[in-house]
DNA sequence: CAGTATCCTCGAGGATACTG
DNA sequence: CAGTATCCTCGAGGATACTG
């Protein structure tokens, strides 16, 4: 994108975040993905020779650095980008408070929300060791997915991992969305049984803590009042 | 732009105002043009074309309405867009914080820095009736403009009016623009002699009242220290 | 695993001329 | 003053195949 010739602010704001993808790139920056790969299954429709281009954008730009030598080299926010965080997440907010309805069938890819879960977990609150939750989707293609965690570190599994489950989740896509979006309370959920745990009752109150919301989530429950 | 298929607050913002031109449309609406010859002229690059192929796009995604019962008729935000104005409020004061300095000799427009200062000019510290300034840009292209206020309203012309003047402001384009901007103070821009008033004592006085800065200055000024 | 090189398409938007 | 219609260009990005 050629830059807009305005010694403006905004203009320049929009120079650097402006270009299709850029944005999104950042939000999953923000939101701890850090490997080329992951970053590419957050963004369905992106092509790997546009990411690529997109993160050497954001290197020149300033707003990202590619860390060599840590175990897993990545991309990480520099102090520039991170210091987008309250802007980004006013966007987000303003969207949450006008558009926070009505999400299309085709805009829920379980794998895309998936990712999204397995960024937000409580590390915390998991067991040490090996911890295996099945979700199922009802219905959803695909049908279910594994979260296996080795020593609090998740990782999401479309094919079966041949691992015993700690804990089953099931719920269709739409309701698991609106969880973790924070307009359906856990609770209420649970209560309705649009969402059900099957595990020791022990699992299922650990889920409660582990299962991390949207850092939208807090904006989107103070609509629903 | 086709959408992310992304339910995430952040893909939505970013699909409504990720086109380019976009967010400079909002801004100007913001700080109060509303026709479109106004808009046009603060885009400069943008062609006719795509502006109104934009404002389309803003009225039918909600942000912006026509309205043709005023005396003029014109754009302007719904409350859906003028919503947005935190956000990119926070954008705004990303850039000024983390790209503050050093504005490019081909960025600084005459014609649009006139133009914004025209949209900030404090109308209540006008007088009644007619009121023309003068600025003389010292060098640049073009080397003057005029501010004619007919009823506290003010605007810009590149072309003499003929009118006697009030007031002439002396300044090269880069020092206006650092104090629109808020990072040079109109107090130390006079002491340094870069602004130079020309008038009576009190229409000298009168501009620091009428004078009204960039909405990023406080922002500027915070930084300065 | 993390990209890059090459080729090709198609659609966004510029130029120009026009209108209520 | 506030746009629209038409034509045409060019460059962003998809597809595909490739590499350290």
Redo the contacts with the bound molecule.
């Keep these: 994108m050629r830059g807009y010739g305005q010694y403006c602010p905004v203009a320049k704001a929009a120079e650097v975040l402006g ?2 993808w850029t944005m999104l790139i950042v939000r999953d920056l923000m939101e701890g993905a850090h ?4 970053l590419y299954a957050g963004l369905p ?6 990411l ?2 997109r ?2 954008r954001l290197q020149a730009d300033g707003l990202v650095e ?1 860390r060599n030598g840590a175990a ?4 990480w926010l520099t102090a520039l980008g991170l210091d987008l965080q309250p802007a980004i997440f006013a966007l987000g907010e303003w969207a949450v408070r006008n558009y926070g309805h009505d999400p299309k069938r085709d805009e829920l890819h379980p794998e895309v929300l998936m990712l999204w879960i397995e960024r937000h977990v409580q590390r915390d609150a998991l067991p040490p060791g090996r911890y295996v939750v099945r979700f199922e989707f009802r219905g959803a293609r695909p049908p279910r997915a594994w979260l296996v965690v080795e020593d609090r570190t998740p990782t999401v599994c479309h094919d079966d991992p041949r691992f015993e489950c700690d804990l089953v989740v099931s719920a269709d896509i739409p309701t698991l969305h609106r969880v973790f979006a924070g307009r359906l309370a856990v609770s209420a959920a649970l209560r309705e049984g649009s969402l059900v745990l099957d595990g020791t009752a022990d699992e299922r109150r650990r889920f409660t803590r582990w299962f991390g919301l949207s850092p939208f989530a807090p904006a989107a429950r103070a609509l629903a009042g």
Excluded: A, K, V, W
């Design positions: 270009e299709r490997q080329f790969n992951d429709g992106i092509s790997r020779t546009l690529s281009q993160l050497r590619r897993r080299p990545g991309y």
